[in-house]
């Protein structure tokens, strides 16, 4: 594989921090963060040691990093870094609105079982995942994937934002379970490939996926195209083999050390701070928990003991229960113990920093995701069908100051 200053960078890191922090911050300097930052929510959590601080601005130069065909790219892929889909309203926030979603998921049912085309079930059609875009060199014929004909469900999804995930990470998986058996919704446990373990998923859509590193390594493959040791296999074009000449990099063609770098970079970044909270937020944060919100989405909850300080015994003021919901808006696809019916109870803090809600981004304002909500959630539409005028305009408002 091609020499990458990061894995020089990564393997420094320990002996001096001064150097790797001057280094990543000259990596950071020489490109934009995001052309939608105005705000700079791209900082790391307080309290990190010196160490600590260097390894989550290594980790953002490498999530800025525009990756290259001579690093592995593709062959075929969704984004050339990991800033591109996790952008707004700063690198590590959600994907720019282009119109439509970025990711296409699809699948089918197959004999009654839960099929991702991706040869484990029936045919392999490529996964999935689809990868809509491909490399470019001479000779290689490839273009980006499109929706098989098997597939019957086709899910468009938005980026999930990534402030303060290295808290949720850090929440005793007991907490999490608590929550289920007070207040309803179910774990999604997923296989991880780091641990060869089934373990409690936490993030994205369906909290399909278990740890950062998971998380970090799945993006690098199946968006980027970089294989990695946690997930050392190319994905197969639409199902076919790839074409000769079109992957130039041995595999795998990161050594691990970029992982480990977005990895420090979601792990360190800090959630986004809260708005101003006055009466009519209080107000308003009062009624959400009394026409029955605060079921799913609970306020608060805390990690518990860490080895990085800063992340140990906090509160994590992420309004979600991290558990697994049918609100009536199920995209059919199956992820985990997930059916296609249910989604994780979707984090709200943030939430006044994003211009589309829900997983496909179709919601255009929080009201609009409020009323889309339906199945275990229909009590409390309800309850905000029938508020007051001031007491729906406080909770909009608290809403708003998330």
Known sequence: ????????????????GVFILLFAQWRINSQPLSANDSENLTNSVPGLEPLEQAA?????????????????????????SCAECHAVPSVGGSEPNQG??????????????????????SVNRGGGLLQQRAINLPGCPLKGEVVPPEATFVSLR??????GA?????????????????????????????????ELGRFGWKAQVATLHQFAGDAYLNEMGVTNPSFPHENLPQGQPIPTGCDTVADPEDDGSGVTAFTNFMRFLAPAPRRPVTDQVQQGEQVFSE???????VPTMRTGLNSVAAL?????????DLLLHDIGTGDGIAQGQATGSEFRTAPLWGLSRRDRFMHDGRSKSTEDAILRHGGEARNAVNGFGGLSPSDHDALLAFLGSL
């Open 158 to 163: 938005i980026s999930t934002p990534l402030f």
């Open 166 to 198: 290295g808290l949720m990470e850090a929440i005793p998986e007991a907490t999490i379970v608590e929550n289920a058996s007070r207040n309803g919704g179910r774990p999604n446990r997923v296989f991880n490939p780091d641990t060869g373990l089934t």
């Open 291 to 297: 026409i029955g919100c605060a079921s799913c989405h």
């Open 312 to 320: 140990s015994n906090k509160p994590v003021n992420l309004f979600s």
């Open 100 to 121: 439509v979603a970025r990711e296409t998921r699809i699948g089918r049912l197959f004999n009654g079982v839960f099929d991702p085309l991706d040869g484990s079930v």
């Open 56 to 80: 989550f601005s290594v980790g953002l130069a490498e999530f800025i990093e525009v990756e290259t065909v001579e690093d592995g790219l593709g062959p075929v892929f969704n984004g050339k």
């Open 1 to 16: 594989m091609p020499w990458k200053p990061r894995k020089k960078t990564v393997v420094l890191m320990a002996a001096t």
